[in-house]
């Protein structure tokens, strides 16, 4: 289990390379995305203090982080050669 509440931006971004995760921020399209689609076991969402107030982010594993970047690179890609008229594959 992570701690819930980090004092600070640094301190998160500490945890997370210490503990091979990664992060993205409340108010991302990558916050939004990963919520949606994540199981609940595989985030959780932390509260970050900022010098603008209270802000949370989702922490998970690294490997999660890179599946995702090839299945969306490939996802890219194949809309990309749809666009232009080409068939994927």
Known sequence: MHPKIFSDN?????????????????????????????SRGDFQIVFVRTHKGSKKALLFSKAISKGRTGFWLQARHAARLRRIGKSPG
């Open 10 to 38: 640094a301190g998160l971004h500490a945890y997370a390379q210490d503990h091979g995760l990664d992060y993205v921020w409340e108010g991302t399209a990558a916050f939004e995305r990963h919520e949606r689609t994540l």
